[in-house]
Every structure is written in structure tokens, then in C-alpha cells.
């Protein structure tokens, strides 16, 4: 495991961008590295990852607007997010996985879009 630390939210207009940061305490080289977001009401839900060899997943709702990326030197994962709607509001969590395990989670990090 490794504890992570989000940062970067905040309060954003429509089709504004924020780039989030998620910092480890340990190397991340063997993790893959993702985000989920909870909108308020409702359920936690995947927004993006990256595997330690580098290639992205998007959802649907995301794709071509958010981008993730990670530099493993600094044990880092990033989150672009450009063209930002409402509906992107929520608390973003970033996570490590390991063979299927999900084991680390950070605090999370408020994003609101609101004009």
C-alpha cells in the first residue's frame, strides 16, 4: 500500500479546466494509478486510469476532455480535466491498484462547476 494525498479541486465556470495532482508516499511504478469522482446523492464512479507501463482508460463521459498522466520519479498521477461541465462536479479520489486490488485511496478533492 501507499497513502496518497489529492490536491488541486476548487470552484470552476463552465468550460473551464483544473488540473488535479495525486501525490504517493512510495514508489507507484508497479500500480496502476486511477480516478473515481461521487457526485453528491450519487453513487462513486470511475473516471479514468493509467497502468504502470503508461496507457490510459477513459469513461465515456470524460474521453477527450480529461486527460491522466503520471510521472513516476515523483510518484505522482495527474488529472487534466478541460472543458468542464456541471455534471464533472463531485469529490475525485485517486486510488492504487495492484493485481486486481484496490487497496489504497485518497482523501478525495472537492471539484465544483458552477457558473
Known amino acids: 500500500q501507499v497513502q496518497l494525498v489529492e490536491s488541486g479541486g476548487g470552484l470552476v465556470q463552465p468550460g473551464g479546466s483544473l488540473r488535479l495532482s495525486c501525490a504517493a508516499s512510495?514508489?507507484?511504478?508497479?500500480?496502476?494509478m486511477g480516478w473515481y469522482r461521487q457526485a453528491p446523492g450519487k453513487q462513486r464512479e470511475f473516471v479514468a486510469d493509467?497502468?504502470?507501463?503508461?496507457?490510459?482508460n477513459y469513461a465515456d463521459s470524460v474521453r477527450g476532455r480529461f486527460t491522466i498522466s503520471r510521472d513516476n520519479a515523483k510518484s505522482t498521477v495527474f488529472l487534466q480535466m478541460n472543458s468542464l461541465k456541471p455534471e464533472d462536479t463531485g469529490v475525485y479520489y485517486c486510488?492504487?491498484?495492484?493485481?486486481?486490488?484496490?487497496?489504497?485511496w485518497g482523501q478525495g478533492t472537492q471539484v465544483t462547476v458552477s457558473s
Open positions: 512510495g514508489s507507484i511504478v508497479r500500480f496502476t
Open positions: 486510488y492504487a491498484e495492484l493485481f486486481g486490488e484496490r487497496d489504497s
Open positions: 493509467i497502468s504502470g507501463g503508461g496507457s490510459p
